[in-house]
């Protein structure tokens, strides 16, 4: 009983603050959503990845061991994925990006700092900022066949992670109103990214809702499989472990869409599997928490 409402205590913020950018969408309210997710990616996410990293007390042994866990992770599921996508004929530009990346910034961020405070906030951004690079190059170049590496060094999350590992490593400190300025800037990115993704969802149209549910839940198999395996065969601690179980296993992200939808891909389809997926995790993501906590 105690799991269950530390679970629940966990993931009602999540889903209710989500709830609440759906709410506002249906009821008709204006809500800009690549304005704020610019601002978001941009300022405040980068904000937050930094000073998370800054003040953690985390060892860089540690964070290190997450970080090859992270990469050796993404980098089996991407090859996985392939393979059951080319045995079942489904369609590569569509279909793999979505699988692999999870949302693990408007989700996993803020289910690691409910869940574990601010060390599994740490160890969360750097598992983020691993799938951000990867989607940024290789998850563009699947969808659109013109990724590049350059888009990834323009982004400003991760130059806030390389100076915040970098912090981190030198045990270096921002000026205090410099730090204060950068924590008042970084906590606006969970609410809003929460918000941002209740009012994505309200907008989508989505299509292959059988396929896409049947897609979900496999991408939930293989996520939490290959995450708990490699977790442990890289000797993670509790935290960090669980961390990386919940990261990967997230849901299939907005941003998925947006990418398919911009560049040519079948963005229906992405939509089905961000909707059903999105509302699978309302009921598996507080089965791997209670599983990992």
């Known amino acids: 009983m105690n799991l269950a409402l530390t679970v629940l205590e966990i993931v009602a913020p999540v889903f209710l603050l989500a709830g609440v950018g759906f709410v506002w969408v249906r009821l008709g309210f204006e809500y800009r959503v690549e304005f704020v997710t610019r601002l978001a990616m941009t300022l405040s996410v980068p904000c937050l990845i930094f000073t998370a990293l800054m003040r953690t007390e985390i060892e860089p042994e540690a964070l290190a061991a997450l970080s090859y866990a992270a990469i050796a992770a993404y980098a089996v599921l991407t ?32 289910l690691a700092l409910f869940a574990f405070g601010e060390q599994g906030l740490s160890y969360a951004v750097v598992v ?41 490593w030198q045990g270096w400190h921002t000026p205090r109103w410099l730090t204060n300025t950068l924590e008042l800037t970084g906590q606006m990115a969970i609410p809003l990214m929460l918000i941002t993704l209740g009012v994505a969802v309200a907008r989508l149209h989505p299509g292959h809702m059988a396929r896409a549910t049947v897609l979900s839940v496999l ?8 995450a708990w395996v490699l977790g442990r065969a890289f000797g993670l601690d509790d935290v960090a472990f669980a961390v ?39 009921i598996y993501l507080p089965l791997i928490l209670a599983a990992v906590l």
Do not use: H
């Open 79 to 110: 090859v996985v994925t392939a393979l059951v996508l080319w045995i079942g004929k489904l369609d590569m530009r569509t279909y793999l990006a979505p699988l692999i990346f999870g949302n693990t910034g408007n989700l996993g961020l803020p």
């Open 128 to 168: 983020f900022a691993i799938m951000a690079l990867w989607s940024f190059t290789f998850g563009i170049w699947v969808v659109s066949g013109g990724g590049s590496i350059v888009r990834a060094l323009k982004e400003p999350l991760l130059w806030a992670t390389i100076l915040g590992g970098i912090f981190l």
């Open 219 to 226: 991408k939930v198999v293989l996520c939490v499989g290959v």
């Open 244 to 282: 990386l179980v919940v990261q990967i296993a997230t849901p299939v992200a907005v941003t998925s869409f947006l990418l398919a939808e911009k560049y040519g891909a079948d963005s229906g389809a992405v939509a089905g599997l961000v909707v059903a997926s999105t509302l699978a995790s309302v």
